[in-house]
């Protein structure tokens, strides 16, 4: 199915960060659809669901594929290091999805890991092929991805809007935590948090206070879990500021 893909524009500011809740795994309850109550935004296999509650049950108000899927890549292979995405196998046992879902402003982006099938020396064998994050409308239209290198996966989401921007933290299997605007077409790094890590990165949270964006990170390590709280993470001045990490 061919998505479409139309011109990246900003959306005017919506609820407070504060009224949008995460009520489990790849589900988020927010007004995305504008009906000044709070539905329920899920992954539901290989699609986004938009939802409210009825008398009847809930009740879908808005669905759309976005090739997601809670299933990491099998290989052929799996024994080769080279081929699956550090610390995929943890993750498989305790069931953290591969795709993960955040809303941000009216907007619902979602990250898929790929694999790509390469061949070398006559043989062929799927292996790590990265992540892509994309940012659809409620209605399922694309509006703005980014693609990660084929060692990186997208491992934890979470959208959050401040000072009239929107943005993004983005969990990784290595390499800490990008913190991206939302706002932007392609999704560029407004700050780089963790950079030294090679621990996986299994949620994201963003927050702020009066020193700026506060991020709490919760990381699987050799000893077992962490979580970090990150004050002080840059805002921009204004809407048309960028700083670069």
Not at 55 to 69: L, M, N, P, T
Not at 116 to 144: K, Y
Not at 166 to 173: E, I, K, M, S
Not at 217 to 239: E, H, I, S
């Amino acid at each position: 199915m061919r998505r479409v893909k139309r011109s990246f524009r900003v959306r005017p500011r919506v609820e407070p960060a504060s009224d949008r809740a995460v009520v489990g795994a790849n589900q988020v309850a927010a007004d995305v659809v504008g009906l000044e109550a709070e539905q329920l935004v899920v992954l539901s296999g290989s699609r986004v669901e938009i939802t409210v509650p009825g008398a009847d049950g809930a009740r879908i108000v808005s669905s759309f594929e976005a090739d997601a899927s809670a299933s990491w890549p099998e290989y052929e292979r799996p024994t080769d290091d080279a081929l699956a995405f550090a610390g995929q196998e943890t993750l498989s046992t305790v069931g953290h999805e591969a795709s993960r879902l955040a809303v941000v402003g009216r907007r619902i982006a979602v990250s898929r890991v790929r694999r790509l099938q390469r061949c070398r020396a006559g043989e062929c064998a799927w292996e790590r092929g990265g992540s892509v994050i994309e940012l659809f409308e409620p209605d399922g239209t694309l509006v703005a991805s980014r693609t990660f290198p084929d060692e990186v996966a997208v491992t934890a989401l979470d959208g959050f809007s401040s000072g009239g921007v929107d943005y993004l933290a983005v969990g990784l299997n290595t390499g800490g935590v990008r913190v991206v605007r939302a706002d932007r077409p392609g999704l560029p790094d407004h700050h780089a948090v963790h950079k030294g890590w090679n621990d996986t990165v299994v949620a994201v949270k963003l927050g702020a206070d009066d020193d700026g964006m506060v991020l709490l990170t919760g990381r699987v390590t050799q000893d077992g879990t962490a979580l970090v709280a990150k004050r002080g993470v840059r805002r921009p001045a204004g809407r048309d500021h960028e700083e670069r990490p």
